[in-house]
């Protein structure tokens, strides 16, 4: 296998990546190998003979949601391998998500019926080492917004500790976009505001969530409210 290829291995079965899902992927990507399998141990082994170090690994809900130890193993064996959780058609049970997310193992979530470019995007994040998770699935396991403000108040408490805010990590223009964020405006609305297109305002969201820390941009204007509230009552 060339060295400049990447991989990515989808554990579950093939009708979960239709061939034309897996086609578009390639095309997108032309340095991207896919691999299928509903037998982890066959996909390894593959793996090891074709000296495969895969960047990506997709779980099916089917086999990851409900097998906790799966997913331990498969940190184990690729630790430097993105790991996220796929499921197809609606949400159904919370519970089962939540239970997966709570292990700390898996941190990304994508749903199969995303619309294709924003499908193709988020495997693209993830592929460059960053997260990925629905926006509304984030709320949907979230009881009330205890959640959202407790992970800001984390942030804040470290500010204060270090001294460094996070949002002083973030560009101008960033800040900006955070701000509208923060204020409940959507992408096509903030594109439009700052003259830009919405695939820049995407880039844009992406880094200051990698930059912040936070798993999502509601994480992040929480977080950002919260400084502002912080320094209020400080100055």
Known sequence: MSDHLRHLLFMGPRDKLPKPLENALVRELPDLVVQVSTDWKALTEKAEREK?????????EGF?????????QFQDKYPDAVLCLTFNGEYGSRQHIRDCLSTGIVKNVIPMNLRLDL???A??????????MPPDLFELLEDGSNMRLE????????????DVDPVNTLTRREREVLALIAQGHQNKNIAASLSLSEHTI??????????????????????????????????
């Open 64 to 72: 990851g949601a409900v097998n906790t130890k799966l997913l331990q």
């Open 119 to 121: 499908w193709l995007y």
């Open 151 to 162: 992970k800001a108040n984390h942030l804040v408490d470290a500010k204060n500790n270090s």
């Open 123 to 132: 495997i693209q994040i993830m592929l460059q080492g960053g997260s990925y």
């Open 52 to 60: 495969v170090v895969p960047a990506l690994i997709l779980v099916d």
């Open 202 to 235: 995407k880039l844009h969201i992406h880094h200051i969530i990698s930059k912040m820390g936070v798993s999502n941009r509601t994480e992040a204007a929480a977080a950002y409210l919260q400084f502002h509230r912080s320094d209020k009552g400080s100055s």
